[in-house]
């Protein structure tokens, strides 16, 4: 994996009370599920192809959204709208140039769980994201161009409901667990 989703974080102190030390340790959260039972095979292969996926598409996800947050704070800085206009086009520019060859390589599945791994991280869609920067002439440019293969740049993510699998999947991959 490129860039890993997991970082542990293990901290080792020690506090001081009433005279006397005591040490103490902070770990990352560890996730306990119930064990999973498939009914056939092929269930047993789509779950292992959901975490194959989630641990290649997460960390774009993930990148996607500290790209968000830095684009927007220093768009909350520029003086004008000539300035800001500027900075999105090189933003642009750097995205297509730094993502492209990873998109491509991306399968159709994988596609669409980025679609909405980007929605778990952003909570903004896509489409959203893009009309806000972009405006909407090309985030409906980038809809119809999502729907010509079959995907929607508008599909949010329910880890409630139909995502309850992959939020099992994020969560033990974020944790180390898988």
């Keep these: 994996m ?33 064990e999973l039972t498939f009914k056939n095979k092929k269930q047993a292969q789509s779950y292992m192809r959901l975490v194959t996926n989630v641990k290649k598409v997460l960390p774009i996800a993930k990148e996607a959204r500290q790209m ?19 900075h999105i086009k090189r933003v642009e520019d750097d995205i297509f140039r730094t993502y492209k060859p990873k998109m491509k ?21 896509s489409y959203d994201m893009i009309k806000a920067f972009m405006g909407p002439i090309r985030a409906g440019f980038w809809q119809v161009f999502a729907w010509g293969f079959g995907a929607s740049l508008k599909k949010e993510y329910d880890p409630e409901g139909t995502d309850r699998l992959t939020e099992r999947v994020v969560r033990m991959v974020e944790a180390g667990q898988i």
């Design 2 to 34: 490129d860039s890993p989703t997991f970082v542990p974080t293990v901290k080792v102190g020690k506090v001081l009370h009433e005279g006397d030390s005591i040490q103490y340790m902070e770990m990352n959260n560890v996730y306990v599920y119930p």
């Design 68 to 86: 968000l947050i830095e684009t927007t704070e220093l768009l909350e800085m520029l003086p004008d709208e000539k300035s800001k206009e500027e």
């Design 105 to 125: 390589k991306l399968t159709y599945s994988q596609g669409k769980l980025l679609i909405k791994l980007i929605d778990r991280e952003c909570h903004s869609s």
